[in-house]
């Protein structure tokens, strides 16, 4: 069985049928034109799911590389900000533009506390109160209140 697939139920003939799909692809589906229809009757599917791989280095490089890549059409900060921080200090290194495509995410991050130690929440208030006019404009208007409640 193939690491990341994409499997789904046929509304029109009923088969089920699954096909592997490259982490890229799976990572990005959401951006990509992937076929989805039924290899049996060619209709599209009724029910489908693909997997979630877990964003690293790799992913996050691409999705830096083109802007049309989303992880999710919804949600995408909230997936962003489940990754561990080293990851995303790694991606952003001193790169000023990649911190603030990530910066809305790393204020989800912080609201939500999901992170691994004192450390990494102390180094995320400092980013956080070092770069509002990165984040305080996109991010919603509750996140925005909880954050400058912590910081
Ligand atoms: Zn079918």
């Not at 919804?74 to 495509?101: C, F, H, K, S, Y």
């Not at 912080?110 to 130690?117: A, G, K, N, Q």
Request: net charge negative.
């Amino acid at each position: 069985m193939a690491e990341y697939t994409f499997s789904a139920a046929c509304g029109s003939c009923h088969a089920e049928y699954t096909r592997a799909l490259s982490k890229y692809e799976a990572a990005f589906f959401d951006s990509l034109d992937i076929d989805t229809h039924c290899p049996h009757c060619g209709q599209r599917p009724k029910l489908s799911r693909h997997s979630l791989p877990d964003i690293d280095l790799e992913l996050l490089e691409a999705w830096f590389a083109d802007e049309s890549l989303v992880f999710m059409i919804q949600d995408e900060d909230l997936i962003i900000a489940v990754t561990p921080l080293p990851i995303l200090r790694a991606a952003i290194g001193d790169d000023p533009a990649r911190a603030a495509r990530l910066a809305e995410a790393l204020a989800v991050k912080f609201y939500d506390d999901l992170v691994e130690s004192d450390e990494e929440r102390r180094w995320l208030a400092d980013f956080l109160r070092n770069n509002g006019e990165l984040w305080r404009p996109v991010a919603m208007d509750y996140i925005v209140r909880g954050v400058d409640k912590r910081l």
